[in-house]
């Protein structure tokens, strides 16, 4: 179980459910990908799988299968193939959470920025509830955990473990 959340327009959970799709050795597993945001709009995006052609450019070629050319414009849209491997589903991380289940992996990668110390302090600790043990927490660079929660241990500099 992967969370995404603050997703946006969906670049990071598609990227994700795309290394899943094209690793042979998970084909068998039951991989589900949360991605959740405030935003209504950008979710609604983001669940489309409709990108502007300009926002794969960059996508490693091994990734590019699951892209194809969409019928109107200069647009692509992600495959069913990766796109049933995601739940798109409005969330206010400051509210509470539905999760029943607990996740392996988390990604909140530029969200917390936006909030203030205590309220960093929350969340992370939050997540560190809804994480297996050992599981891993991904970041963005501009963020860290030090001085904020002692529920991680860092394996490098945006990536932390739960600790048990």
């Known amino acids: 179980r992967i969370w995404s959340a603050g ?3 969906g670049e990071e959970p598609h990227s994700i459910a795309m290394v899943v799709a094209s690793m042979a050795e998970l084909k068998n597993w039951d991989v589900k990908i949360l991605a959740t945001d405030l935003d209504s709009n950008v ?4 669940g489309s ?3 502007s052609i300009d926002r794969v450019d960059s996508l490693p ?12 414009g200069d647009q692509v849209k992600i495959t069913d193939e990766v796109r049933r491997l995601i739940t798109f589903n409005q969330l206010n991380l400051l509210h ?8 392996d992996v ?3 990668r530029n969200v917390v920025i936006y909030f203030d110390l205590e ?5 992370f600790d939050r997540y560190a509830d809804k994480l297996v043990p050992k599981g891993k927490l991904f970041i963005g660079h501009s963020e860290n955990l030090h001085k904020i929660s002692e529920r991680f241990v860092s394996l490098g500099r945006t990536i932390y ?4």
């Open 49 to 51: 799988g409709v990108y």
């Open 119 to 123: 309220t960093q302090r929350t969340l």
């Open 43 to 46: 979710l609604e995006r983001g």
């Open 106 to 108: 988390i990604f909140c």
């Open 161 to 164: 473990e739960k600790l048990n």
């Open 7 to 9: 997703c946006s327009t």
């Open 61 to 72: 070629s091994a990734y590019k299968q699951f892209v194809k050319r969409a019928s109107v």
């Open 96 to 103: 509470t959470w539905p999760m029943k289940g607990n996740f």
